[in-house]
């Protein structure tokens, strides 16, 4: 062979033969090299006066990334945040529910009374205007709280923290560390969170990070969990405790969340995903004062306005389309009656019902609205036509005229943890990984882990007489 | 980074010389002469520098990852247009992360005539291995020291000299929100360019047996692509097995990179000596 015709192949092969000789590490090996010149012409050229080394940025982060005191001190503050949101959230929830409900009995009377056709009315007001009603006294007030709460410790530079502290627990699952910040981001919207993803170069963890994502609640399930943990779990309580015991509920879902998120990374990493967690530098930024003014414009309008707009795009119809199922008779029953009859066994058989499962089929589009949508199914059979604006009215609603129990309530949270991602999120997880096979894998996962969780703990239920 | 409105030149900025010769072009980079990218760890002050000379207002993101693509825009020094490239912010270029790839590509396959390393005074080591990664991808590389006023108030002494002398290629303190040593920073890139300042820039060796690798690949890689600058980086990103190098190889994306970079020396030879010769 004459040397004159060296051809991409041959350099390729040659690479390959020449990469074997060498010793496996030689790549961390130069990296390593490269940190230490690194350091020793650093050193060089930098005079440092010690006693002003330590400053306030150090203090802090030794506070908040210690061993012990870090994972306490995150705990805290998600459960500050939430008890915010819970506390805050009801009080301006009612007075918006009974507004807006108050706006849609007007508004019926009104079309009433100047002869248009009972249909239309209904169409309208009690279809596609009690749903953005419903969505709006449900969602706004949270989000309100939650995301300006939330854009002050992104804002602050509290997330690469975070991430700093459960390290050491994805890389046990065998998962990426910065998984933690995608996990965080999860928490506004899982969309958002799964294109964060591209922060992880290795295509293993970030599919794992990906298809985990949804195992937290974001901002469009945080009002279901908020509105089952008040009206349920906290109403055994003393009212003083409320909102207390309220957020305490909502920390411990979250926090079964996350730990579904490292089970699913370990068994990901164990199964499909095999390999090993790669090393990563993460930087701890400085803490910055965050600009308030900043921080609410960009948290109302970018993403509560945005949230909220997109959940109203599906409200509307989604109100629609329940009025309509509701109102087509058949015999003494209606559409909606028996599409939740028909899916009843099954739902019993998770500790829901039909209706909720009805509720989820409709708002696969956005999680934001099932509450709304199981409401009106509820109501649409005939129960009530004011929207039920107290606490004490859904509980009435739910509890006296539709059988729930405490299992009800507690699998509903549980399901709204677990099950599939929201079409956005899924047509998000196709658009970043090119692959039918992995938007369909999330979610046959997250419902697959819905449904065994629930029926699981249905049937302990079942089996020891609690219900 | 709430202190993002610069203006340069700034007052006693107008007296001196070199500041008079520089013209933000904004985003009107028709027909530039040199490529200079700018590249850095995040939140080093890059997108500062690169809207103090190009008089453009890129929004900064305080994720990494959230930028992934590159934004361009122009500035005139002495009578040169340069086209500036600010690269997303990474930490290293060895990983396949978006952000480093696009980084690493440009750096590489975009041939810039210089690369500006904008480092932060205030984290020099870390700073420094990016620089040393860019450093072996490329000669021509021009360091700027950001955040020197910063320093100083954490009380750090940074001698750039000092930096220079280890690195083998220029290191320029500055402070980009004040625009102090901005002048001084052009006129290094200039004069690097040019061929003025001699660079030599800092290499790790790697063990014996690595360094044989590298040797008997790059006059491989030399005689495929006659005039490749980066033969040993690609040679070393081969040995790695980097399938983004494999494909630029086979693809003879390579060959053709390095014929058109070929063609521009040329031209821009042939410029300078008609300039010259007026």
């Known amino acids: 062979m004459s040397n004159t015709t060296i051809t991409p192949n041959d350099i390729i092969s040659k690479a390959e033969s020449l990469r074997n000789n060498l010793s496996t590490g030689f790549r961390d090996e130069i990296v390593k090299s490269i940190y230490s010149e690194a350091e020793k012409v650093a050193n060089r050229a930098v005079k440092t006066a010690t006693d002003k080394r330590y400053d306030l940025d150090q203090k802090i982060d030794r506070l908040v990334t210690s061993p012990i005191t870090g994972l306490p001190i995150m705990l805290l503050l998600l459960g500050a945040i939430i008890w915010l949101t819970v506390s805050g959230a009801n009080v301006v929830s009612n007075a918006i529910a009974t507004v807006l409900f108050s706006l849609g009995d007007l508004g019926r009377n009104l079309f009433t009374q100047i002869g248009i056709p009972w249909w239309l009315t209904g169409f309208l007001w009690d279809g596609i205007y009690l749903g953005l009603a419903w969505v709006i006294s449900v969602m706004l007030p949270p989000m309100m709280i939650f995301f300006p709460a939330f854009t002050f410790l992104e804002d602050l530079g509290y997330l690469p923290r975070v991430a700093f502290n459960l390290d050491w627990m994805f890389k046990k699952t065998g998962a990426h560390g910065k998984q933690s910040l995608t996990m965080a981001m999860g928490f506004g919207c899982n969309a958002a969170g799964v294109v964060a993803t591209r922060v992880i170069d290795s295509p293993r963890e970030r599919l794992i990070a990906i298809l985990t994502n949804n195992f937290v609640p974001c901002n469009g399930r945080f009002p279901t969990l908020i509105m089952l943990a008040t009206v349920f779990v906290a109403a055994a309580f003393p009212p003083a405790l409320t909102s207390f015991i309220a957020a305490g509920t909502v920390v411990g879902v979250v926090l079964i969340g996350v730990a579904f998120t490292f089970l699913m990374s370990w068994l990901l990493s164990r199964t499909v995903l095999k390999g090993e967690a790669s090393a990563f530098t993460l930087e701890l930024p400085p803490y910055r004062k965050p600009n308030i003014g900043r921080i609410l414009y960009s948290s109302i309008i970018d993403r509560t306005i945005f949230v909220l707009w997109r959940a109203m795009q599906t409200a509307a119809p989604a109100g629609a389309i329940i009025w309509i199922l509701a109102n087509i008779h058949l015999g003494d029953s209606n559409l909606a009656r028996m599409i939740a009859d028909w899916l009843n066994p099954f739902g019993l058989l998770l500790g829901l019902d039909g209706v909720i499962l009805l509720a989820y089929i409709i708002a696969i589009p956005a999680n934001e609205i099932v509450v709304p949508t199981m409401m009106m199914v509820y109501m649409g059979a005939g129960m009530m036509i004011n929207g039920p604006s107290s606490n004490n009215a859904i509980f009435d609603l739910l509890v006296n005229a539709n059988g729930w129990t405490m299992l009800t309530a507690i699998n509903l949270m549980l399901f709204a943890l677990l099950h599939n991602p929201c079409a956005t999120t899924v047509i998000t997880i196709y658009k970043e990984t090119k692959s039918y096979k992995w938007a369909t894998l999330s979610v046959v996962i997250t419902l697959g882990t819905a449904f065994l969780v629930t029926f699981l703990t249905a049937s302990i239920a079942k089996l020891l007489g609690w219900v | ?278």
């Open chain 2, 1 to 278: 980074m709430t202190n993002t409105k610069i203006n340069l030149p700034t007052e006693h900025c107008e007296t001196c010389p070199a500041f008079t010769q520089l013209e933000q072009m904004g985003i009107k980079v028709g027909d530039f002469e040199r490529v200079v990218a700018l590249a850095g760890n995040p939140n080093t002050g890059k997108s500062t520098l690169f809207n103090a000379l190009t008089g453009l207002k890129q929004h900064t993101g305080n994720w990494p990852g959230k930028t992934v693509t590159r934004a361009e825009g122009g500035y005139q020094f002495n009578n040169v247009k340069y086209k500036l490239v600010d690269l997303p912010g990474t930490y290293s270029l060895l990983s396949a992360s978006q952000d480093e790839e696009v980084a690493r590509d440009f750096i590489l396959f975009g041939q810039p005539s210089c690369t500006i390393v904008v480092t932060d005074a205030t984290a020099l080591e870390r700073n420094l291995n990016l620089v040393m990664q860019v450093m072996e991808i490329t000669d021509k590389v021009v360091v700027a020291v950001n955040l020197m006023d910063e320093a100083r108030r954490k009380g750090m002494e940074v001698d750039t000299r000092s930096l220079s002398r280890d690195l083998g290629v220029p290191a320029i303190p500055i402070t980009a929100r004040s625009g102090h040593g901005v002048a001084t920073l052009l006129s290094t890139v200039a004069e690097v360019i040019e061929g003025n300042i001699p660079v030599k820039p800092m290499r790790v060796e790697g063990t014996p047996e690595f360094q044989m690798a590298v040797s008997e690949l790059v006059p491989m890689i030399e005689s495929m692509a006659p005039g490749i600058p980066n033969a040993r980086w690609l040679a070393i990103r081969l040995l790695d097995g980097d399938s983004r190098v494999q494909k630029a190889i086979t693809s003879g994306e390579l060959s053709e990179i390095v014929s058109r970079q070929y063609r521009e020396d040329v031209q821009f030879s042939k410029k300078m000596s008609v300039e010259g010769r007026q």
